[in-house]
């Protein structure tokens, strides 16, 4: 997902946050990109960034989104002020993060923006199943993280520096190649790779995974330096080498390779 563009904070949202029922309910945000090409595949789409996270990926590109309760953003009020303006010049709105399903305002949300006419995609790591499930068919798109193996729970910990949250990500996947199923709906699976945290087996042994799961679409996204705060070195470009990719294309023939 996209590093967050953080946006100005105001008195209104300090106001706005001063623990009524009704700005709890409000969606915590933590920054706005207003225009972009690359968060939901084909659309133009702004996104919408949510405090809170409660893994600790060593590569997130959002730390500062991991926290929930911060005046760091524009109010939602503000976002949705400026996607009125950008009705019609806009496809869609994607909801990241943080982990945006984290926020109980999510589902509110989504239907305030599907009122205004934007398509609506959605960047999870399936950290929150039921929740996910909930939001699935208020959706047009997702896009779920997978970090790791979900067979290798040793490695899965180390990706998101926290215990125990492989079997959650794999009942979200399964739920959301159910819903796909059954509904259309669209979806990819993404995973950010560096060769310390999944060597060239992690990765087979995780594309076995996904084409056994039924997923086709999987973007193997190569860990980028830029904008992480991360002490991870630069991959070098033979990562992953020729012939696991190859393997790698062998087992989900429609996947993605993304550098830089
Ligand atoms: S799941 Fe990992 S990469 Fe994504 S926001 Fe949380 S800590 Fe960052």
Redesign the pocket.
């Known amino acids: 997902m996209s590093a967050a563009v953080a946006g100005p904070e105001t008195a209104a949202r300090a106001t706005a946050t001063a623990g009524t029922p009704a700005a709890a309910r409000r969606l915590q945000v933590g920054g706005l990109t207003p225009f972009t090409s690359i968060d939901y595949p084909g659309q133009l789409a702004a996104v919408v960034f949510v405090q809170g996270?409660p893994?600790?990926?060593g590569?997130?590109h959002?730390?500062h989104?991991?926290a929930r309760g911060q005046d760091q953003g524009p109010s939602w009020s503000e976002v949705l002020e400026l996607l009125r303006r950008r009705a019609g010049l806009l496809d869609a709105v994607v909801f990241s993060?943080?982990?945006p399903t984290v926020d109980p305002a999510l589902p509110q949300a989504i239907a305030e923006v599907r009122a205004l006419g934007f398509k609506v995609g959605l960047h999870s790591?399936g950290i929150y199943t039921q929740r996910l499930q909930a939001v699935l068919p208020l959706v047009d798109w997702v896009g779920l993280?997978i970090k790791a193996p979900l067979a290798d729970a040793a490695r899965h910990d180390r990706v998101?520096q926290t215990r125990h949250g492989a079997d959650a990500v794999r009942r979200s996947l399964a739920t959301l190649v159910q819903q796909s199923r059954a509904t259309g709906l669209a979806y990819e699976c993404r995973t950010t790779a560096h060769p310390t945290l999944l060597d060239d087996a992690a990765l087979l042994q995780l594309a076995d995974e996904l084409a056994e799961a039924g997923v086709a679409q999987w973007a193997l996204q190569i860990f980028r330096t830029q904008g992480a705060a991360s002490d991870l070195p630069a991959v070098a470009s033979d990562y992953p080498s020729p012939a696991t990719l190859q393997r790698l294309r062998q087992r989900l023939p429609a996947m993605t390779l993304r550098r830089g």
């Open positions: 996270c893994w600790r990926c590569y997130c959002n730390p989104l991991q993060g943080g982990e790591a993280d998101t």
